[in-house]
């Protein structure tokens, strides 16, 4: 006869398990306005295999990456929702290492820091957030991680960084980042970027910036305490095009994995990412007609 105690140990071992595996946090509400009656709507698709995968899933893939690239559309609510419940899912799964941030300036960086003993009334103030990024969008992450015991880190240029690169336009070395169908796509995306309106003098210059940003992503990724997590453009996270490129010619050991989120309707390819999560839309904007506009 099996011994009582012996029969129990299976299922002894299995409620200790599934103890220790904290539950997710409910996912956000939709916020835009744009695609909620897609079928797409909230489908998270594995790239390499076309397999849909449920929110746990995603999760379980991301958490064992010693890095994640977060791709985002900057001005879509949904998506830095997203971005949060990732952060704080990922967070009951292992300790977070750091948080990346695009929208941080090397130069803010003693200012975040200062913030991790508590948080001042008014902290855009205290951090000199740039109004260019929304921080009704962005708050809400800033203060998730600095509540949190993991370092929150800049991983942008700095303003000087950035006019060295305009006034003096190179390349990182390498020769994934830089090979030729890299360089021209990047090409297209600033110039379409800016509209048509950039002189193509300028073109050099702005794909030098393009590229710097994204050899500078990727070496904060690389000295950021792992597991990292860096949210940036989807433009720079793209497998493709952008700082995975930059990880691969740095020699990054390990596996990096990006996620796009993306809206609703938006093609996606296997050679972008590893995965996509769909999100409902903005109402759809003329972004240059309002460049057009301006002085």
Known sequence: MRHPLLSCIPICLALVLAGCQASL?????????????????????????????????????????????????????????????????????????????????PGQQARVDAQKGGLPADLPKALDWQAGWDWNLYGPIVREALARPYPLLAANLTPVDIKQAYRQPSTPPGSRSNAPAVVQALG????????????????????????????????????????????AGSFHARKDLGVPLHLIDLGAQGESLVLLLAEVGEVIEPAMADYVWYTAALPAQDYCAQLRKAP
């Open 25 to 105: 946090p409910p996912l956000p509400a939709w916020q835009s306005s744009e695609g909620r009656d897609s079928a797409q709507l909230g489908q998270i698709r594995e790239l390499s295999t076309g397999r849909l995968l449920n929110p746990e899933q995603l999760v379980e893939r991301l958490a064992v990456a010693p890095r994640v690239l977060v791709g985002e559309k900057h001005d879509n609510p949904d998506q830095h929702a997203l971005q949060l419940w990732l952060l704080q899912a990922l967070d009951s799964r292992r300790p977070q290492g750091s948080l990346l941030l695009e929208m941080l300036e």
């Open 188 to 231: 297209e995306y600033v110039r379409a970027g800016h509209c048509d309106l950039l002189p193509a003098s300028q073109l050099p210059a702005m794909l030098s910036v393009q590229q710097q940003r994204d050899r500078r992503m990727a070496e904060r990724l690389l000295d950021a305490p792992q597991p990292a997590m860096l949210f």
